[in-house]
């Protein structure tokens, strides 16, 4: 292992534990907003992946102005691809999209 990776790794890890401890920090507002945003759609029937992908993007569109929306959701979207069913990407893009604008997001 080079001595130039640690401090990736130390980031990435850094910032992962933000991200989850900021979703926790805040379920309860993050699930409202999702709620607020469903069309037509249960919150208590969302797949248990895409809810987790969809907690865990909303905390940095609320809580981390330093990362551009499009970034936040992009992230979302290649996640569900990978571990999401067939259609999670297009719900999860739906949803943080209408998330985005309702907060003002470009």
Known sequence: MSGDSSPKINESESFARLLVAGTIEHVSEIDELIKKH???WDFNRINKVDLAILRVSVYPLLYQKDLH???VINE???ISKEFGSDDSFEFVNAVLDNIRKDLGGK
């Open 38 to 40: 469903l069309d037509s």
């Open 69 to 71: 929306p499009s970034i």
């Open 76 to 78: 979302a979207v290649d």
